[in-house]
């Protein structure tokens, strides 16, 4: 039985750094990563997607070339079609979700996995800043939108895994989960 993991957690959280480093030990178990397409310049620091402008994302979205698709942080996010093949032919595929989307993504995979990735607001405020890719005003705006998303409401079944501690420590905890989900 293949399964969608729909990895999600604020901006910050450290989604990218969790996925670059588990990511061969994730493969090797037959774990296929998505990247997702975003309307971020190409030059942009952060994780491996495929950057697209507004123009070129609609025509994505109006050609059905995302599973998923949505919108955060005054970007457009996009998951390429290309996981249903995967998940077809019986690979887990990972997914960098996110939290308001949730709700869409149980509607079209309800057997998906769903995992939250959480930090400490003081080491979350602290890798916002370190990255350097929004100004304050984004960061707070980023931070309130964290805030605004604990709520317990649709977090019903999803896995937290708390990454405010060592990458190496939270990659381990992902693994040990991967490994034990059903088969």
Known sequence: MSHLIYLMGPSGSGKDSLLDAARDALQARGC?????????SAEAVGEDAVSVDAHEFAQLKEQGAFALSWQANGLAYGIPRLIDDWLDSGHDVLVNGSRAHLPAARARYPQMQAVLLQVDEVVLRQRLLARGRETSVEINARLARNHALRSEAGMEGVWRLDNSGSLELSVARLLHWVDGLPA
């Open 32 to 40: 296929c990563i998505a990247r997702r397409v975003i309307t971020r």
